[in-house]
């Protein structure tokens, strides 16, 4: 299989005049194939068969593999709950002192569910030939967060750095192999989802987010695959310049910020994405709401050439088609035919 040269690909994107949106939408193919969000994260066929579902229903730039971010740590040894129609969380949590950091173990990749989904990116790559298929990866502090507690690592920035630490350099060895396993499978790139450094100082950024992501970017990135960087958080502005120096190819950005701040600070040759509320417009608002939702993002970031639209964050399985399919339009009506 001839590997799609991906700096070219970000390249194209940012030059053209008619951009394609690339929402985080991967979940709501479950109402395209009639399963239940359970049935699918069990079987990387039908996690195949629902990119495949949702790449011939909209015209996205890349395909989105499934942001699960309850996988990884359930590698580790975390309980995890799962419903029928709602996304695994991740209970308790496996380290609450240091002998426990040490003790932690790296677990080899292909331990519960991971290997479910290397293969779910694999058979994607299968059926998807006319975009990028992307696979989705959670980032070091987000683990660290999951597997410590995400108050306790909040905590621990400041009483247990060291602590910390071991558990951020575990979490990010496993991370690199992950999405090597990925890369191997045919993956275009990766998203990596560091929701919870969104919620650090630039400080506490610097020393506990950014040096983790840049390691697993420098070890997975080259011209053929992709790192592209998500911070839904509220201090995602404040703490830009750490972000930026992970080395990422592309960034993407929730609603908690204002995508128009973001792009102000944003290099002219940096790709950014973001950022229409994934719950408040594409699962809970109209047709009509998202359409104009997106329209003023469009008259307040259309004029960056390395603006993408898209959503906040991931999709929820539950959101409507309706609105999905009106988003994309009215970003096809502001670009042109």
Known sequence: MEKRN?????????????KQALPI?????????GMSVKEMLSSAENQAKAMKAVADRVPSAASVGF?????????????????ENEVPTVEGALVSSMEEAEALRVPAVGAARSGIYVDAVRLAKGMISDRPVLAG????????????????????????????ETVLAKATEFLVAYAKAFKAAGADGVVIAEPLAGLL??????????????????????????AIYHNCGNTAVRIIDSILRTGAAAY???????????????????????NID???????GTAESISAATRALLEKCGKYKNFMPSSGCDIPA????????????EVKRYYGE
């Open 137 to 164: 990866v959670i980032g070091p502090f987000s683990l660290a967060g999951r597997l410590a507690g995400v108050s306790e690592a909040m905590v621990y920035c400041y009483t247990e750095p060291e602590l910390l």
């Open 67 to 83: 942001m699960d971010l309850s996988v990884e740590a359930e590698c580790f040894g975390a309980a995890v709950t799962a419903s």
């Open 252 to 274: 993407h950005f929730g609603n908690a910020v204002d995508m128009a701040d973001v792009m102000a600070h944003m290099p002219e040759d940096t790709l950014a994405m973001g």
């Open 201 to 226: 100082s630039p400080e506490m950024a610097e020393q506990f987010s950014e040096p983790f992501v840049k390691k697993l970017v420098s070890e997975v990135q080259d011209e053929h695959f992709a």
């Open 278 to 284: 994934p719950a408040g417009e594409f699962a809970n």
């Open 25 to 33: 939408l991967s979940f709501p193919g479950t109402q395209l194939i």
């Open 6 to 18: 991906m700096a070219a690909w970000l390249d194209g994107l940012k030059k053209s005049d008619k």
């Open 318 to 329: 539950h959101a409507k088609w309706e609105n999905i399919d009106a988003f994309f339009a």
